[in-house]
């Protein structure tokens, strides 16, 4: 049994509390989906437009949050890109970037933060409006209860230069 839960889905949160596991959740912090480029960006690849003609572009799978994330904003964009692949994990397209195996690929502004100096960031305009949520909420099962909810009140209140030095841009 657990006291807090926190997920980067809404759907698992909605779930959780549809099952009456959770009530209440908070949005902590939201995460955006940005381009990557392997260091020293040897496909020269400056925006999105520039993935026009790419043949070595990944993504997530539609079926996984980053994928769906990522759908929206190539149809809010009016995109024509014809990704080389489709991972199942977010770590599976940094991956792929990094190793230079792709000369591009999105992922969520953590993952690039995380990478460091292995990849240059290249924002995707519009990519806030499709971005996703990091959520809290206490079990209603908890044997600690105020424990619990202290913790999700630090982490909606008094965490914001945590979350953006993990890539998160804090909740308003």
Known sequence: ????????????????????????????????????????????????????????????????PCGDISSQIIEENNLDVKPASQEQQVADVLGKVVSGEANAGWVYSTDAAAAADDVEVIDIPGAEKFSNQILGAVAKETSHPDQARAVLNLLASDFDSTWHHLGFSPAK
């Open 1 to 64: 049994p657990a006291d807090l839960l926190l997920t980067a889905s809404k759907k698992t949160m909605d779930k959780a509390i549809n099952d009456g596991t959770v009530k209440d959740p908070k949005v902590l912090a939201t995460n955006v989906m940005v381009m990557v480029v392997p260091k020293g960006n040897p496909g020269n690849i400056h925006s999105i437009e520039d993935l026009q003609n790419e043949d070595r572009f990944v993504i997530c799978d539609p079926q996984v």
